[in-house]
């Protein structure tokens, strides 16, 4: 580990990733999709804060029950999550409201956000990645 | 005719386009990310129900389904399973799919 840091190829460097989700679950594989690129990112001990907005949300819905369209159901794996130490998980006030959810509706814990504090956690960061 | 739509309304202007151009009696399904307009609280749900006055309103059972969605569903939507889907489509004349 110390032979990297030496040839200092920029390795230790930690940055800001948002992910941001925008899409509903099975419409698209953008949420499938998404969710592997943030699986992948795990590995990379980066700060990666994870964003659920506009019908991004509706992949957190607890009861998901795909059975009878045969795919896979993946909301299970937003449990696992914390396991690969991705903790920050946030969802816009806005988008519940305009969806007539609340956090209980939601699989996972998450941190609800106004608009402003959305739009400053989006500004803060340095890659912000969306599907 | 039969009306199917397949796309997020907060995501695409295809609901809106139907209920504007169904005719009085016509028959609206709702598929896949669609679905999500005839539940309770959205945004969108309003206008369903005021469509549902003039149009015979219905939504894809396994899509609810798979959405976590099963039990919001709107008062005057009638859910389907895929052999209400068929008959649908088999018991009317004409259909339009608002991709």
């Given at each position: 580990?110390?032979?990297?840091?030496?040839m200092?190829d920029?390795?230790?460097?930690?940055?800001?990733?948002?992910?941001?989700?925008?899409?509903?679950?099975?419409?698209?594989?953008?949420a499938?999709?998404?969710?592997?690129?943030?699986?992948?990112?795990?590995?990379?001990?980066?700060?990666?804060?994870?964003?659920?907005?506009?019908?991004?949300?509706?992949?957190?819905?607890?009861?998901?029950?795909?059975?009878?369209?045969?795919?896979?159901?993946?909301?299970?794996?937003?449990?696992?999550?914390?396991g690969?130490?991705?903790?920050k998980?946030?969802?816009?006030?806005?988008?519940?409201?305009?969806?007539g959810?609340?956090?209980?509706?939601?699989?996972?814990?998450?941190?609800?956000?106004?608009?402003?504090?959305?739009?400053?956690?989006?500004a803060?960061?340095?890659?912000?990645?969306?599907? | 005719?039969?009306?199917?739509?397949?796309?997020?309304?907060?995501?695409?202007?295809?609901?809106?386009?139907?209920?504007?151009?169904?005719?009085?009696?016509?028959?609206?399904?709702?598929?896949?990310?669609?679905?999500?307009?005839?539940?309770?609280?959205?945004?969108?749900?309003?206008?369903?129900q005021?469509?549902?006055?003039?149009?015979?309103?219905?939504?894809?059972?396994?899509?609810?389904?798979?959405?976590?969605?099963?039990?919001?569903?709107?008062?005057?939507?009638?859910?389907?399973?895929?052999?209400?889907?068929?008959?649908?489509?088999?018991e009317?004349?004409?259909?339009?799919?608002?991709?």
């Open positions: 580990m110390s032979d990297m840091d030496d200092d920029g390795s230790g460097i930690i940055k800001k990733f948002m992910f941001l989700n925008r899409k509903a679950p099975h419409g698209t594989v953008y499938l999709e998404g969710l592997e690129v943030v699986l992948i990112t795990a590995a990379f001990d980066q700060d990666v804060s994870l964003v659920f907005t506009d019908d991004g949300v509706y992949q957190l819905m607890k009861g998901i029950d795909t059975k009878g369209i045969e795919v896979k159901d993946f909301s299970k794996t937003y449990r696992a999550l914390e690969y130490d991705i903790e998980l946030y969802v816009d006030r806005t988008s519940l409201d305009a969806r959810l609340t956090e209980d509706d939601l699989i996972v814990d998450v941190t609800v956000l106004a608009d402003d504090e959305m739009a400053n956690l989006m803060e960061q340095d890659v912000v990645i969306s599907f | 005719m039969l009306h199917i739509v397949n796309k997020s309304a907060s995501e695409r202007s295809s609901l809106e386009s139907c209920l504007r151009l169904a005719t009085q009696g016509s028959a609206v399904l709702l598929i896949e990310d669609a679905v999500y307009a005839a539940t309770t609280g959205n945004a969108a749900a309003a206008k369903i005021a469509a549902a006055a003039g149009l015979k309103i219905y939504a894809l059972g396994p899509d609810l389904a798979a959405r976590g969605m099963a039990g919001r569903v709107l008062d005057g939507v009638n859910v389907v399973d895929y052999g209400g889907f068929v008959d649908l489509v088999a009317h004349s004409n259909c339009q799919s608002w991709l």
